[in-house]
T-cell receptor, first 114, second 109 residues
Framework: NAGVTQTPKFQVLKTGQSMTLQCAQDMNHEYMSWYRQDPGMGLRLIHYSVGAGITDQGEVPNGYNVSRSTTEDFPLRLLSAAPSQTSVYFC?????????????FGEGSRLTVL | AQRVTQPEKLLSVFKGAPVELKCNYSYSGSPELFWYVQYSRQRLQLLLRHISRESIKGFTADLNKGETSFHLKKPFAQEEDSAMYYCAPPSGSARQLTFGSGTQLTVLP
């Protein structure tokens, strides 16, 4: 099992560019989420999904878009990158099914917006 | 919304000394509280969860509902415990795990 796989691991963008961070899991988890990690602020939830076709906003959703067309994939789109979106992004999944369970994390994607 | 406070951003202890990483939260609707750890160059992983009452790598965490705290403790710290630790109680919806800002623990030789 690969677990949670994120790509790319590193990316540099210019302000205004768009890009998609990919996330895939092979554990048949219902719940998937995206967090951003910033120094001194911990992990903040961007968007999450409780199943295919269902997404919802987290704490800091502005400037990001998600979709969940399959159980396995949960891409995060930056519509028009801004320097404030420079961060490390983590995708995570869990079994779900009505209760918060152990989250399994990807290795992270470090994004720099110039 | 759940608020999680980890008051120490940085914590240094000597090898063999006891260590306590503090976590306070605002919402106590669920017994599922977690501690996650991120070792250098590794992905975030679950360290322990309150509901299972287990001890992992010598760490335990006591839930104090009166103080709404879930401090992580280890009686004798080891150098390999050096890592970033995150406290994570769930929000009221149980769908959004809220993380504290983290405590970077350094265990000195």
């Amino acid at each position: 099992n690969a677990g949670v796989t994120q790509t790319p691991k590193f990316q540099v963008l210019k302000t205004g560019q768009s890009m998609t961070l990919q996330c895939a899991q092979d554990m048949n988890h219902e719940y998937m989420s995206w967090y951003r990690q910033d120094p001194g602020m911990g992990l903040r939830l961007i968007h999450y999904s409780v199943g295919a076709g269902i997404t919802d906003q987290g704490e800091v959703p502005n400037g990001y878009n998600v979709s969940r067309s399959t159980t396995e994939d949960f891409p995060l789109r930056l519509l028009s990158a801004a320097p404030s979106q420079t961060s490390v992004y983590f995708c995570a999944s869990s079994l779900g099914r009505g209760r918060t369970g152990e989250l399994f994390f990807g290795e992270g994607s470090r994004l720099t917006v110039l | 919304a759940q608020r999680v406070t980890q008051p120490e951003k940085l914590l240094s202890v000597f090898k063999g000394a006891p260590v306590e990483l503090k976590c306070n939260y605002s919402y106590s609707g669920s017994p599922e509280l977690f501690w996650y750890v991120q070792y250098s160059r590794q992905r975030l992983q679950l360290l322990l969860r309150h509901i299972s009452r287990e001890s992992i790598k010598g760490f335990t965490a006591d839930l104090n509902k009166g103080e709404t705290s879930f401090h992580l403790k280890k009686p004798f710290a080891q150098e390999e415990d050096s890592a970033m630790y995150y406290c994570a109680p769930p929000s009221g919806s149980a769908r959004q795990l809220t993380f504290g800002s983290g405590t970077q623990l350094t265990v000195l030789p």
